[in-house]
């Protein structure tokens, strides 16, 4: 494809873009398609000769198409949400379109120094303390992972190489291999499934301890696990406190945790991937409370502020410990930086090569600024709000626990398999898309705002289609059948 096959092919998309949000109203959330669907469609071996553009939009239409979820659909309400804005589409062109590699400050001197100017931005407005913006008052800063799984890893990895350190202080004979493996992690029970494959992938035993009844891993539960490892002689390393849990978001007491890390030494990291983003509007900050003893944070910009996947803000109180870490060196990688005044990157994140991330969020944060995002977040809390009314107001479900940021819990008050063939029923009816959690040992239905796109009137759409099935399964016994249940 030459450049002027690139002006007019790329005008185009932009058109076919723009066209699939304007119409994303008039598709089913989910797509009809079954497993392997596209496997039969495509051949089994890649041409040997080139094809046009026009073919390649034909298979685009007729088979990719086809298997989309429509994740910005006003009826997606699984998972979490993932930003998308025109502004953020526009930059990822840009950087793809620069094509350049971050591997050093010289490779794009741009490509670091934005990170490091809008990760200060993204800090300040998160209400962070100063020690992890770049260069304030020590040797904190921000970086853009790729994903929280990541930063959770790297997290791990350094806390390990860490505390392995301290212990070689007190005994410079210590053999490694063996104070590796026992170090230990923790977390609560209500974990991302990220954190327990980061204690996978880093071969360090991950503990989930036990949640209170509201979901929350609290300070005297991390106190008696640390305890009893230490008596067992075992070594706590690494403790992860989510703010804003998967299935409920529910937020860990850090300021019952954190003290307990600070005095035990142990790397203290946040994994507020969602509910994170909420801590610009002021409101929200009280939820981070004990955010002052934690070593690392990582919150995933692109679920909640419009910028497009993938865009993990993380910020660590000192990169020192990174780079004791993971400094490798090579000759081709010498740079002409002053690396105590500029971050290198590199030494900060799995991967040596670095995507120009920060083009898309620090764009996004220019054309919403920094009320627009406020009022997005607001704007989906208030909509997960009032579904929540609307489920309240009909005695036959239960909304528990309270709805927490954008997310709103809910059961059928008859019974679990209700609940559960509710679900299946809806996944297949394809018109809501929620995914299921569990409170308490309870099955419930987890319904997230999702889409920038969605209101009150899809909300009560929504909101009916559930209704539909809820009163389909509820009269089944005076049908008689529950295989008289319609997925239509
Ligand atoms: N942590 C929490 C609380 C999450 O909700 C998620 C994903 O939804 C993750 C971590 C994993 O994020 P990622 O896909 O960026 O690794």
Redesign the pocket.
Known sequence: MNSEQFRKFGKELVDVLADYIDNIRDRDVLPTVEPGYLSEMLPDEAPEEPEDWKDVMKVINDAIMPGITHWQSPHFHA??PTGHSFASLLCSMLSDGLAVLGLNWLSSPACTELEIVTMNWLGKLFGLPEEFLNRSLGPGGGIIQ?????A?LMALLVAKDKTIRILKTHDPNLDNDTAKSKLVAYTSDQC????EKAGLLGSMKMRLLQSDVNGCLRGETLKNAMNEDKALGFTPCYVIA?L???ATCAFDFLSELGPICKEANVWLHV????AGSAFICPEYRYLMKGIEFTDSI?V?AN?WIPVNF?C?TMWVRNSCDLMRAFDVQRAYLNDIADHQKIPDYRHWQIPLGRRFRSLKLWTVIKIYGAAGIRKHIRTQIALALYFAELVRADDRFVVEPEPSMGLVCFRLKEGENFTIQMLDILTKRKKVFMVAGSFKNKYVIRFVICSSLTTHENIDYSWRKIKEVADLILNADKINSSTKIGIH
């Open positions: 998972f979490f790729g994903s929280a799984s990541e959770t991302n499934s990220s954190v989510t804003g849990t998967t994994d507020a991937a969602y990582v995933n679920k993938d993990s």
